[in-house]
């Protein structure tokens, strides 16, 4: 009895450190997670491939419908390329007109989800992704619909992410089309919510929602999901494009963000290729040039309202 | 002497037995079924070791044991470290100081006791995990555990009253 009394005294009292400091046990947790990586990998397997297979017989019921279904937005989709690619090379015509530099340099690695943690107030992936395939803290992690989450723990061969969906999961965004700064916050509900929107604003229903990049935190303009109907309490919460109970394979964004240099000739993009710097001019002198930025602007404008 | 190897070593292999339950029933909620964006949320098997054992046979999982499992699920899980340890060890605590009560009642009764040590646990949960991330946490994910929990506990204790047999036989 007296074992078990020390013993909740021991519990407790980690509880109070790691509320104290939430880096306590970050190197335990590292060292847990590489040691039960291959582990939640073995078993994970056979599971995902009975999952996969249930599914599979699921797709033949709706084999028909799903045919006709693809067949009609593979049309759709011709026309959007189309678009799509006048639109990137107008774009990519005005980038190089007003030197913008702020993209980062991406790159994807793919992974499987291993294991989850759909707890009572976690919601986390875990992926067979780690240092040794260059994943950091802080990187975006993507599905074929959208942004997902982003790396808390990368350990050597497996990672831990943090779903937007947790508790904890608080990502700057845009609501589009007006552009409009908020911070998505997750809340362990199936869909996060929008908080400090500016007073006064309410948001459409179906607005898309996508990263903004402030804070260097992940890379501007990924696709997160729509805003829905406001929710009694007053708040608007967000329909991810990511179905998270679908996901097996993820891809985790590799990017480095801009650096400010003090140098005297502006700021250049680490990473970047030497043509793309050599064609770089210092930021300053493109911001100097207001009546250029504004003709390109409304020039740009014209061309998304054709 | 040479007969009593294998009887020794099966009687050791069963008498870990309710410990390695347990730590499978951790595993096995990590495994990605895709409940993460459910209303389901996976019950927690530990819990229906804890209370079980601590009626039946508490020699068999000893605090030590519990402690180390709530330790493996919060490292597991990403979770509060200490949070699963801490209330395991309480629920194992509170059977114990009921076992009198409790033990060899008729199983409707044993299904009704584990129900209450079901909402305490998730009560417990609900403060611990409110005071631990300094907000008030959404009740739902953890009264569907409470459900689910529940709902496992007679199927999980047919495994361990087999497994309990076996030790019997092998002792």
Redesign the interface.
């Known amino acids: 009895m007296t074992l078990l009394a020390f013993l909740i005294f021991v519990s407790a009292v980690l509880l109070f450190i790691g509320r104290a400091d939430p880096t306590a046990f970050e190197k335990s947790r590292l060292w847990v997670l590489d040691g039960i990586a291959p582990v939640l990998e073995t078993v994970s397997k056979p599971v995902m491939s009975a999952i996969d297979y249930i599914g599979r017989a699921d797709d033949l019921v709706t084999l028909y419908e799903e045919n006709d279904r693809l067949r009609e937005e593979n049309l759709q989709l011709q026309d959007w390329r189309e678009a799509t690619i006048r639109l990137e090379q107008k774009l990519e015509r005005y980038q190089a007109l007003l030197n913008v530099q702020i993209d980062p340099k991406m790159d994807f690695v793919t992974g499987r989800v291993i294991a989850e943690t759909g707890g009572p107030f976690l919601r986390t992936f875990v992926v067979n992704l780690g240092r040794d395939q260059s994943i950091e803290n802080g990187y975006a992690v993507i599905d074929s619909s959208g942004l997902i989450g982003r790396v808390v723990t990368a350990g050597k061969e497996a990672s831990r992410i943090l779903l937007l969906t947790d508790l904890n999961s608080r990502v700057p965004v845009f609501v589009e089309p007006e552009h409009v700064r908020a911070i998505l916050s997750g809340d362990n509900r199936n869909s996060p919510f929008l908080e400090h929107l500016p007073k006064n604003y309410r948001p459409q229903v179906g607005s898309r929602v996508v990263t903004s990049g402030d804070g260097g935190l992940l890379p501007p303009g990924l696709p997160i999901g729509m805003v829905t109907q406001q929710q009694p309490g007053g708040q608007f919460r967000v329909a991810l494009f990511s179905n998270l109970s679908q996901t097996d394979f993820v891809r985790v964004v590799q990017y480095e963000f801009p650096k400010v240099s003090t140098d005297a000739s502006g700021p250049q993009p680490e990473g970047r290729d030497q043509e793309g710097a050599a064609k770089s001019e210092t930021l300053s002198s493109s911001t100097s040039s207001g009546a250029a930025t504004q003709a390109a602007d409304s020039s740009l404008r014209n061309d998304l309202v054709e | 002497m040479e007969a009593q190897a294998p009887n020794q070593i099966a009687k050791a292999f069963w008498q870990c037995t309710p410990g390695m339950i347990a730590l499978i029933g951790v595993?096995i909620?990590?495994?990605?079924?895709?409940?993460?964006?459910?209303w389901?949320?996976?019950p927690a098997l530990a819990l229906t070791t804890v209370y079980f054992w601590a009626i039946n046979q508490p020699s068999l999982l000893?605090?030590?044991v519990?402690?180390m499992i709530?330790l493996a699920q919060d490292?597991?899980?990403?979770?509060?470290?200490?949070?699963w340890?801490?209330v395991y060890?309480?629920a194992?605590?509170s059977v114990?100081s009921q076992r009198n009560i409790l033990y060899s009642q008729p199983f409707a009764v044993l299904w009704g006791g584990f129900l209450v040590l079901s909402l305490v646990v998730g009560v417990l949960?609900?403060l611990?995990?409110s005071?631990?991330?300094s907000?008030v946490?959404?009740v739902?994910?953890?009264a569907l555990?409470v459900l689910s929990t529940s709902l496992v506990y007679p199927i999980m204790s047919k495994i361990y009253s087999q497994v309990q047999t076996n030790i019997s036989i092998a002792s």
């Open positions: 595993l909620s990590l495994i990605p079924f895709g409940l993460v964006s459910h389901l949320v996976f000893p605090p030590a519990i402690f709530g490292f597991f899980s990403g979770g509060p470290v200490g949070l340890a801490f060890l309480v194992y605590a114990l949960i609900w611990v995990g005071f631990y991330y907000q946490l959404n739902g994910p953890i555990q």
